[in-house]
């Protein structure tokens, strides 16, 4: 995954992950996390480890839980990636849908415009 976004100009810090499910978990991994999205303890984590204010900061996210979590945890810009590509219309309470990962970077330049006062 860095390898990716880095052949995109994108480089990535830290990579977060929670491995407890409360239905599919297996052993002591079958419980409910306050890390396991869409609740907010990623987020609150990265945020306490790089010092991020979160309100003044962009979420891309390629499903919905993610963007619920950065909803939860105060995030100021959550733009969901609509991989798909589809044109339809998303139901989603993200700030924006982009369709490719070229289009988040012109999203970003709109962004004052776009997230500004939420």
Do not use: W
């Amino acid at each position: 995954m860095y390898e990716v976004f880095l052949a995109q100009g994108a480089i990535i810090d830290k990579v977060y992950f929670c491995p407890f499910h409360p239905e599919h978990g297996i052993g002591h991994y079958k419980i409910d996390s306050p890390y396991r999205k869409p609740a907010p303890g990623m987020i609150y984590q990265a945020a306490q480890e790089f010092d991020v204010d979160l309100a003044k900061s962009v979420l891309v996210g390629d499903k919905e839980s993610d963007i619920q979590a950065g909803i939860a945890a105060g995030v100021g810009c959550n733009v969901l990636y609509n991989s798909s590509g589809l044109r339809d219309a998303v139901d989603t309470a993200a700030s924006a849908v982009v369709n490719t990962l070229n289009d988040i970077n012109g999203f970003l330049g709109r962004y004052q415009t776009t997230c500004a006062g939420k």
